[in-house]
C-alpha cells in the first residue's frame, strides 16, 4: 500500500456535485442583485500586507488578534518578517478601501459602488457555520453620506435572500456607532458603567473581561446568558451621540421603512471590527432561532483617511456563504424543483457513442463540432463497450444520444436518438448541428 492519502486542511472544502451547483446559484444571485443597483464587480488579490488589515480592522479586533492567516516576508528578520509580512485576506473591506485610495478614484470619480463575491481565510475552530476558508459576497461604496446610500446598501443584502427564497419574514436590525468623537465618550461611559462587573471578576465572562480594555463595545453583544442579564440598563451610545449622527440614524431607519422593511433597533449590533461609524446592521431571519443573522455590515467613514487617503465616507455589508447554506437547507430552499432546474443546466445536451474503437477518432471531431456550436456534449474516452457507453450515456442526464458505427460513418450518416420519447433516426452528419439546434 502507498503512502497515507492527503486529505484537505481543516476548515476548508472541496465543491463538488450538487454543494457546487448551490454555491454557482449563489455567486449567480449575488452577481445580479448588486448589478441591479449599479454596483460593478472588483477583484482584489487574495492576499494583502499584514499591515493592511491591522491598521483597518484594529489590533484588537479578534480577526487580527487570533484569526489571521499569515505569511513571513522572506528575507526580513525576526519580529519584522512577520510585521512586514502578509495575509490571506480575512475579509473584503479594507483591500477594496486599499483599492479606492490607490486607483486614484477620490479625484477623479469619488462615488463608486462595487461588489466581490470570493474566498476569505480565518484561522478560526471550525464549527457548524464558521470555516477557515469560506466565500463572501459584499458590496461597499465609497464617496457619499447619504442616509439612502446605506438603505441602498442593505436592500441589496435582502433583495439577494429574497431571491434564495426566504419570505417577508426577514427583518433589518439597525444600530449606530456614532462618529469618531461620540464612540470615544461612549467607551468612557461604558467603562465607568461596566467597571464594577469587571473587578468583581466573576459577574461576567471571561471573554468580556478581556475585552473590557481592548473594545468595551463588545460586551454589549456578549451572547452569555449572565452577561445578557448584566447588560440591562447599560447606557445608550444615543444618550451621546451627536447632532449629526443621530439625524443620519433617523434618515437611514426612515428609508428603509419607505422601502418596505421591517426594521428594529438593536443596540446590541456593534459588529467585531474597528472601522464602523454611525450605521451598523444585520439582516435576521428569526424563524432560524439563535442562528437568524444572515448577513452584518455598516458604515466606515474613517476608514479610508485612516489608510492614508483622502477623507471619504464609505458603506458596505458582506454575507458569508457557509452560514447562507446552512439557512437554506433548515428551510429546505432552494426547492428540489428549483436545484433539479439548476442541475439541468449543467448537463450535457447529448451524449456520443462510438459502436466500435474504429470510429471513435471520427466521433471525436463530430463531437468538437457540435461544441463549437454551443451545443454541451460529452463522450467516453476509455474504450467502454457500447453497453457501458449507453449506461453511461443514461446517467449523463443527456437529452440526445449520437451513435456512431460503421455503416454510418462510410455514409457520412449518424443515429440520433431521443433519449425522452426513444425514437431513434439516422441523419446526415452535415445536418446534425441544425437539427439539435432548432429541436
Ligand atoms: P463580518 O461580520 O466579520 O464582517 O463577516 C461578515 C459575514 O462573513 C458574517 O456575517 C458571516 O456570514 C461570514 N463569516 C465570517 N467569518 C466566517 C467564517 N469563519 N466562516 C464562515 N463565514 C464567516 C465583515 O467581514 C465586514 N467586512 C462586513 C462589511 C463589509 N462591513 C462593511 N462592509
Partial sequence: MGAKPFTNPRGTRDFLGTDLVLIKHLERTAS????????????????????????????????????????????????????????????????????????????????????????????????????????????????????????????????????????????????????????????????????????????????????????????????????????????????????????????????????????IDDPSIVRGLDYYTRTVFEVHYPPLGARSALCGGGRYDGLVEEMGGRSTPGVGFSVGFTPTELALSELGLPSPDSIADLQQQLLPDVYAVAVADEQRPELFVICQQLRAAGIRVDVDHRSKSLKAQFKEANRSGATWVIVLGDDEQVANKIVLKNMQDKSEQVVAQSQLVKLLSTA
Fill in 32 to 263: 445580479s442583485v448588486a448589478s441591479a443597483a449599479g454596483y460593478h464587480e472588483v477583484r482584489t488579490p487574495l492576499f494583502e500586507e499584514t499591515r493592511l488589515f491591522q491598521r483597518s480592522l484594529g489590533e484588537a479586533s479578534d480577526v487580527v488578534e487570533k484569526e489571521m492567516f499569515s505569511v513571513p516576508r522572506r528575507g526580513a528578520e525576526g519580529a519584522e518578517a512577520m510585521t512586514q509580512g502578509f495575509t490571506f485576506r480575512p475579509e473584503g473591506t479594507a483591500s477594496t478601501a486599499r483599492a479606492y485610495i490607490q486607483g486614484g478614484f477620490a479625484a477623479s470619480a469619488p462615488l463608486q459602488k462595487w461588489f466581490y463575491v470570493g474566498p476569505m481565510f480565518r484561522y478560526e475552530r471550525p464549527q457548524k457555520g464558521r470555516e477557515r476558508q469560506f466565500t463572501q459576497f459584499g458590496v461597499e461604496a465609497f464617496g457619499a453620506q447619504s442616509a439612502t446610500l446605506d438603505a441602498e446598501v442593505v436592500s441589496i443584502a435582502v433583495r439577494f435572500f429574497q431571491e434564495l427564497g426566504f419570505d417577508e419574514q426577514l427583518e433589518v436590525r439597525v444600530n449606530s456607532m456614532g462618529d469618531a468623537a461620540d464612540r470615544e465618550n461612549w467607551s468612557q461611559v461604558l467603562r465607568d458603567f461596566f467597571a464594577e462587573q469587571i473587578n468583581d471578576g466573576d459577574q461576567r465572562c471571561s471573554d468580556c473581561q478581556s475585552r473590557y480594555q481592548r473594545n468595551v463595545f463588545r460586551l454589549l453583544d456578549c451572547k452569555a446568558a449572565k452577561c445578557i442579564e448584566l447588560n440591562q440598563g447599560a447606557p445608550n451610545l444615543f444618550s451621546v451621540m451627536g447632532v449629526a449622527a443621530s439625524e443620519h440614524h433617523q434618515q437611514f431607519i426612515a428609508s428603509l421603512k419607505n422601502i418596505g422593511l421591517t426594521v
